[in-house]
């Protein structure tokens, strides 16, 4: 019944190394989004996706890339990971993007991917 | 530029009432966002405000002045699970979501 899962909770790998992480979402919703959650508790969106557009947050690096396999998935994919790539990173859906009653615009998050750099 | 002030931290009592605000700046509005989170757990909403005004929901009430940019969460007959942060996020006029850094309430029995 989990609505928004994300694989792996705990990811600890070396610096240099690529890694991906996967986000599925069950409800239905039209839009995905990551973000990232540094040590002082930001929380940055990174991308914003669904079938028609790709927000693009211009301060997040090339290295970051979404890959979205059907509208249920959205996954992150961190080539040449570097120490300050450590934080959690949180995957999230809501209903569509633009407009509408509160509903649909609330973002139900998954329980975020603690990623360590060493 | 786009931004959200909230205070870093604030302390209160078991049973007692909490006020935290929030000032918002960014370009086009769509909506005012609460959610609470707790340590090493994700997000969850509380509340929307798009029209000016006090919504409430239960012990939590949120309240929006768009003229002034600011809103504010007001947590009543607060109970040791109310121990969290507490994220005030803008909606802009590209729908995009703007947080603060949250505000991370310590309930003291």
Known sequence: ????????????????????????????????????????KFLKIMFSYNNKELIINETVPNRFSPKSPDKAHLNLHINSLELGDSAVYFCASSPQTSG??????????????????L | GQNIDQPTEMTATEG????????????????L???????????????????DGLEEKGRFSSFLSRSKGYSYLLLKELQMKDSASYLCA?????????????TKLIIKP
């Open chain 2, 90 to 102: 803008a909606m802009d006029s590209n729908y995009q979501l703007i947080w603060g850094a949250g």
């Open chain 1, 100 to 117: 509408g009653p509160s509903s649909y615009n609330e973002q139900f998050f998954g329980p975020g991917t603690r990623l360590t750099v």
């Open chain 2, 33 to 51: 966002f609460w959610y609470q989170q707790h340590a090493g757990e994700a997000p969850t909403f509380l509340s929307y405000n798009v029209l």
């Open chain 2, 16 to 31: 007692a009432i909490v006020q935290i605000n929030c000032t918002y700046q960014t370009s086009g509005f769509n909506g």
């Open chain 1, 1 to 40: 019944d989990t609505a928004v899962s994300q694989t792996p909770k705990y990811l600890v790998t070396q610096m240099g190394n690529d890694k991906s992480i996967k986000c599925e979402q069950n409800l239905g919703h039209d839009t995905m989004y990551w973000y990232k959650q540094d040590s002082k």
